[in-house]
């Protein structure tokens, strides 16, 4: 099972990815979890580049994560693949989708598409979970609880980055099996209610 967990940052995924390996952890299974941008030398690059430590364009930011994200399937050892291979559920902190969101605020959605459709092609998830919030909450959260603010972490960007999700998923159509999730609620609500999906996978 490959399961990516999709949102806006302040969303919760990142809680809600941990505290669902945790889940099939105490249920006995192998579990892998894993985010994106990866550890990996790419992955490097992009995290300077939201800390503001390095400038790049838009648009290079873009092609460094479709790199970087074959690089996280396709990793002989570590790879995603590897790890499904060995009988492991996968979960991942953001994937393609998340591509789709936020670099089409700047660059071209279709050709965001286009450049990861390889990675899409080579690995698709079981399931998306979409843990969507209201920005003006996420925006709280990330101020209470971050003392560095990242590279698309303002109000205004979070708006424009949630309504290309939903733009996302209108072209997508019924290639991705994408669960929406409330993430206005209490973590523990939100836990439930994907607990109560998995549970009818």
Do not use: C
Not at 72 to 80: K, L, S, T, V
Not at 114 to 124: E, H, R, V, Y
Not at 125 to 133: A, S
Request: no cysteine; charged share 20%; proline share 2%.
């Amino acid at each position: 099972m490959f399961i990516a967990f999709e949102g806006i940052d302040g969303s919760g995924k990142s809680t809600q990815a941990k505290m669902l390996a945790n889940y099939f952890v105490q249920k006995g299974k192998q579990v892998e979890l894993t985010a994106e941008p990866t550890k990996h030398s790419i992955g490097k690059i992009i995290r300077a580049a939201f800390a503001k430590e390095i400038e790049l364009q838009e648009s290079t930011i873009a092609a460094l994560f479709a790199a970087d994200r074959l690089e996280h399937i396709q990793a002989p050892e570590n790879g995603m693949l590897a790890q499904l291979n060995e009988g492991k559920i996968v979960i991942t902190d953001r994937y393609y989708l998340s591509s789709y969101a936020y670099h089409s605020v700047h660059v071209p959605m279709n050709w965001v598409i286009q450049s990861n459709s390889l990675a899409a092609s080579i690995l698709k998830p079981t399931i998306n979970f979409f843990i969507d919030i209201d920005p003006k909450i996420a925006m709280q959260r990330i101020l209470a609880t971050r003392t560095n603010i990242e590279l698309y972490e303002t109000e205004d960007n979070l708006i424009a980055v949630r309504n290309n999700y939903l733009k996302a998923f209108d072209l997508i159509g019924e290639t991705e099996k994408i669960i929406t999730i409330n993430g206005n609620q209490s973590k523990e609500s939100v836990f439930q209610d994907i607990i109560n999906v998995i549970q009818n996978l």
